[in-house]
């Protein structure tokens, strides 16, 4: 592995100073290891207020039943579907990171896969706690699963995309916590080894007796590998079949072939742009700069153009097929979308998800980590919108005219909304707290090849060819804001 | 003889590590085991550890998920209870491809983790078999079974000749975890 350098035109992945295995250790483990500082205090307290609105209110729709949310006759699906969609989109970034960068050999990925990942269960249990809630009794929630009815020998309809949602979103969910959970282990064990007492009983426990010998590693390697191989077509299988739950139906605005790609990109750009909100806050509060660096932030501001660009695509092509098609309902379908009641949810979503974005082709932006963070926002408002642009504006206006409505939410529709922000940032934080937020066995497989003092040692020893060098370092010079080597430059 | 019954080499460098092994198998010293706090890559090639079969572990069980799929969707839908959907076929293939795929990822995934975690003695509680400490952290520790290997100062030669930080002779096999 020493004998393989990579070019000195890539960027660190890893940046700072006298970086030593357990240097990467003692930093990762900063937050674990010693008590909270006040900024996760403050957050942790404003998340869990969030979480308990969200039982309150999750509880009173248990309670009262679903008419306390804004739904109507001809509005069945709103905020609850709306939130489920945004909530899944959102996971799929995790599962992105993990397996798809895996397969492609990104070693960008190592520093940002934990957190991306605890990103994604922890968004999957925000939209599960959507699907039972909308089932209204959620105590027969298990008459979605292949069991025979009591009642009979009916068995649940295996043509429904709705039974595939169930298959698909629970495999989803504990696939990617066996994914994760195997990822830890290594980790723990390091927590493990450090502890002493009470902890290191407990961290002993999770960590399933880890002890690093090298057939555990070799076989450890080869399941992530076949992991991320089959979580790959998982990932994709997932939003897929979410978007079916539309596309199967008869609602014009909802019946488009075009809606599996179209939706899995979506995914990809909203769960991008979550990544981004946390991981740059995450960085800062708990100093790790030196792991997440410029380009990671840069990497991923470029994804979320990508797919920002193609969604786009899928919203101009849908319009398009809706002329194209000549079908009047379908026609009136998305000029309704467009100009419509709806027409500012219709615009917010444009400029969210396809115009803002663009700024990101400008290196300037796309390396300013104050424009990351509120573009990052941008885009989960945006994303947000085109679920409720997708399913109230098409259900709003049905077949008949006279049962025309607009969908209003109630406060129990807006209270499980942020409620479930707050929950899902309650889990984050503890997560935060108890587990290391970066992969450091991962961390340390780049420190030889890939880190900044590694490429400043091959510079020195004069192996690489003095232009590249000169290039790697003024583009370290001009856009790494971090680097100690960086803050001296500036001082003199 | 003494009572040690373990040489630990540590080394700081995975480098350091490989080049240790090497020197160690030179002399003819056989190795028992190598801890690391990180995967390192050709490291089974040289100590001639085979490659994992887990690979087909896990073809099987997918298989084994299809094939459950399939029966199960079959069963329900074609043979036990069949319902009339607008004069369609029973048998709706197509439809029952998503769930085939599903069950197909489920098992391989549970199906290949469990096996592994099997074969390695992984469980939660189990009491970690660990030799030393830092093999977690930031040193890379050969283990040589010192009964099986004698003239003890020929290996300490050997592996700080290689670059070993420290040589240990550890006289139970494992840290103590009270």
Redesign the interface.
């Known amino acids: 592995m020493s004998s393989h350098h990579e070019s000195i035109l890539r960027e660190p992945l890893v940046t700072g100073e006298n970086i030593t295995y357990s240097k990467v250790t003692e930093d990762i483990l900063v937050p674990v290891e010693n008590k909270p500082n006040k900024a996760w205090w403050i957050g942790f307290t404003v998340s869990a207020i969030g979480a308990a609105l969200w039982v309150f209110a999750v509880s009173w729709t248990f309670w009262f039943g679903i008419g306390e949310w804004g739904l109507n006759k001809t509005v069945g699906w709103a905020w609850d579907i709306t939130g489920f969609v945004w909530w899944v989109g959102i996971g799929h970034a995790g599962t992105l990171i993990s397996a798809v960068l895996l397969l492609f050999r990104q070693n960008w990925r190592n520093s940002i896969n934990r957190s991306a990942e605890a990103m994604t269960i922890f968004a999957v249990i925000c939209a599960a706690t959507y699907i039972i809630s909308h089932m209204g009794r959620p105590w027969m929630f298990y008459w979605a699963l292949p069991l025979p009815n009591q009642f009979g020998s009916l068995w649940v309809n295996f043509n429904s995309p709705l039974v595939w949602d169930v298959f698909a979103i629970s495999t989803y969910f504990s696939v990617s916590l066996v994914f994760w959970y195997t990822g830890l282990l290594p980790d723990i064990a390091t927590i493990r080894d450090r502890a002493t007492g009470l902890r290191r009983r407990i961290y002993s426990i999770l960590s399933f007796g880890w002890n690093g010998s090298v057939k555990t590693w070799q076989r450890f390697e080869l399941v992530s590998l076949i992991l991320a191989g089959v979580s790959t077509p998982l990932v994709l299988s997932v939003h897929t079949i979410v978007s079916m739950d539309f596309a199967t139906s008869l609602v014009p605005g909802w019946h488009t072939t075009i809606f599996p790609p179209y939706f899995v990109a979506g995914a990809i750009f909203s769960g991008f742009a979550m990544v981004q909100t946390l991981l740059l806050v995450a960085r800062k509060v708990m100093n790790f700069e030196n792991y997440i660096t410029m380009f990671h932030i840069e990497s991923m501001n470029k994804i979320i153009i990508l797919t920002g660009s193609i969604v786009g695509v899928a919203y101009l092509t849908e319009l398009f097929i809706a002329w194209y098609s000549g079908v009047e309902y379908e026609q009136f379908a998305f000029l309704n979308r467009v100009s419509g009641p709806y027409w500012w949810a219709y615009w917010s979503m444009m400029t969210c998800n396809v115009f803002t974005p663009q700024i990101f082709w400008f290196k300037k932006v796309r390396t300013s980590i104050a424009w990351s963070w509120i573009l990052s926002i941008i885009v989960n408002i945006g994303m947000w919108f085109e679920r409720f642009v997708i399913i109230v504006t098409s259900l709003h206006r049905d077949y008949l005219p006279s049962s025309w409505v607009m969908f209003y939410p109630s406060w129990v529709d807006v209270c499980v909304f942020v409620g479930s922000i707050g929950l899902f940032f309650t889990l984050f934080l503890l997560f935060l707290r108890v587990l290391p937020a970066i992969a450091m066995a991962e961390v340390k497989l780049l420190l030889k090849s890939s880190s900044d003092q590694a490429k400043q040692k091959l510079i020195r020893e004069g192996v690489v060819d003095p232009g590249q060098a000169a290039y790697y370092q003024e583009s370290l010079e001009k856009y790494d804001s971090v680097s100690p080597r960086v803050a001296e430059y500036e001082k003199a | 003889m003494s009572n040690i019954k373990y040489i630990l080499g540590h080394f700081?460098d995975?480098?350091d590590l490989?080049h240790g092994i090497d020197k160690l198998q030179e002399g003819n010293v056989k190795i028992y085991?190598?801890?690391?706090?990180?995967?390192?890559?050709?490291?089974?090639d040289k100590?001639g550890?085979k490659r994992?079969r887990?690979?087909k572990v896990?073809f099987c069980f997918?298989l084994t998920g299809t094939i459950t799929a399939i029966t199960?969707?079959w069963y329900?839908?074609v043979y036990?209870?069949p319902?009339n959907?607008g004069g369609k076929p029973h048998f709706?293939f197509p439809?029952?491809v998503?769930?085939m795929?599903?069950?197909t990822?489920?098992f391989?995934?549970?199906g290949?983790?469990g096996t592994?975690?099997f074969?390695?003695?992984?469980?939660?509680?189990?009491?970690?078999?660990?030799?030393d400490?830092?093999?977690?952290?930031?040193r890379f520790v050969v283990a040589i079974d010192a009964k099986e290997n004698p003239y003890h100062d020929k290996i300490d030669n050997i592996l700080k000749e290689a670059g070993a930080v420290e040589v240990k002779h550890n006289e139970r096999k494992y840290v103590s975890?009270e």
Do not use: K, Q
């Open positions: 700081a995975p480098d490989m085991d190598v801890y690391t706090p990180m995967p390192i890559h050709g490291i089974e100590l550890i994992s887990l690979g896990a997918g199960m969707i329900m839908l036990d209870w319902m959907i709706a439809d029952f998503p769930i795929f599903e069950l990822v489920l391989c995934a549970f290949m983790v592994y975690f074969v390695n003695h992984l469980a939660p509680g189990r009491a970690p078999r660990v030799m400490l830092r093999a977690t952290n930031d975890y």
